[in-house]
């Protein structure tokens, strides 16, 4: 019971922390070049939230479908 909720929580806290890393970006990058800054600020946050955060979340998502496979027996 309490590791589930910890798992879930924690696939939270990544979820806002990404979330958290993409407004950064483009706040940072309208602050150096107003709208393309902004753009180019998002698009370095969405990489950098990928290489950094991805394979979290792809464990995560293996771990959801396993949890779907094993419910289905």
Known sequence: ML????????????????????????????????FLGAILGLVCAALFGAVFFGAFFVISDIRTAVRNIESKK
């Open 3 to 34: 590791s589930k909720i910890v798992v879930s929580l924690y696939a939270g806290i990544l979820e806002v922390g990404l979330w958290l890393i993409l407004i950064a970006g483009v706040v940072i990058g309208w602050q150096m070049n107003d």
